[in-house]
């Protein structure tokens, strides 16, 4: 079983802005599946379907961004999940918008979602997939991550969730050495 954690904030004034890329894109999944996020367990939406013989888990914590780590550490324990079945999707201020990467074991990076899910799974040895969104230096960070993207913006991110459908898929199939190299040298 692979957990896929996207990270984000719940209700419709946060949907579409820059701190919820992780929402959007585990939204696209479900909806080119023919799925929705109709159950709830653990303060998360989630859905279950397989892909190549493996079951896949995605969640979106209702718990808010900033608290994402009980949530997460939840479905851990009750599914006894190994930390290296752990994807986390989450945006990044660092990036240019739409660039990706994939990290394991690697620092937060000043992001307080994914400090808090450190915090609470006592490691950092699980992957994440960081989605770009810029950073705007003449605008507060916390307006800025809160803010909505522009339809240029969403237009770039709308071309690449094909591509990290498939980032999502691949990781539930390939080792992570594989796929960080297939993907973090584009």
Known sequence: MKLIVGLGNPGKEY???RHNVGFSLLDYI???KGLDFA?????AKYVEYNYNNEKILLIKPLSYMNLSGNVVKS???FYKLDLTDILIIQDDLDMNL???KIVFNSSSGGHNGIKDIEQHLGSRKYARLKIGINNDKSVDTINYVLGKFSMEEQKILNSDYEKLKDI???????SLDRL???YNNK
């Open 15 to 17: 949907e579409n802005t």
């Open 30 to 32: 479900v909806k080119d």
């Open 39 to 43: 159950k709830t367990k653990f303060n």
């Open 75 to 77: 479905f851990v324990s």
């Open 98 to 100: 739409g660039k990706i």
């Open 168 to 174: 999502v898929e691949d990781f539930c199939s390939f």
């Open 180 to 182: 960080m190299n297939k």
